[in-house]
């Protein structure tokens, strides 16, 4: 199972647990030792599970629930840096989970030919699922990107079209 197709089977109480936990773990070591960087696990799990919406919610609600942290910690730091801090990591997160989307994305378009494909000896014609003799061309178009263009090969061209070839 591929690391996406595990996040694809979580659900949103994963997420949110996830995200619970690391600012739990977070306020409880303080403010010197930091764990905003485990926030990318919750924006990826919301983002596989329920969309880019949901990731992108998730990438700017968590550094803002964690900058609520700076209040009851009595810092010499000033608001200013803490904001900047904040958004900094919000950009991040945001470009994390638009980029976990557009991963996603990508591997739902990508269809790839595999296994042993049954192909007649004769006129190369494809048997599909259904049990239906296709063109090799018509059966590959329709599960890929691939396009053809017809030619033919010097051998053939030869047999075919001697006055022609060379």
Known sequence: MSPLEFLGKTRA??????SAA??????????FIQFPILFVV???????THGPRAGVGVAV???????????SWDLPSSWVL???????????LIGF???????????R???????LLPICGFCKKIRDEDGQWRQLESFITERSSARFSHTFCMECGR????????
């Open 13 to 18: 109480v994963h997420w949110i647990v996830a």
């Open 22 to 31: 690391i600012l739990l773990l977070d306020y409880i070591t303080g403010p």
């Open 42 to 48: 919750p924006v990826a799990l919301a983002t596989t």
């Open 61 to 71: 609600v968590l550094p803002l629930l964690r900058s609520s942290f700076f209040l």
């Open 82 to 92: 803490e904001a900047i801090d904040t958004a900094v990591d919000v950009i991040i």
């Open 97 to 107: 989970s638009l980029l976990i989307d557009k991963v996603i994305q990508q591997q």
């Open 109 to 115: 378009a990508i269809r790839v030919l595999q296994g």
């Open 159 to 166: 047999k075919h079209y001697p006055d022609l070839v060379d």
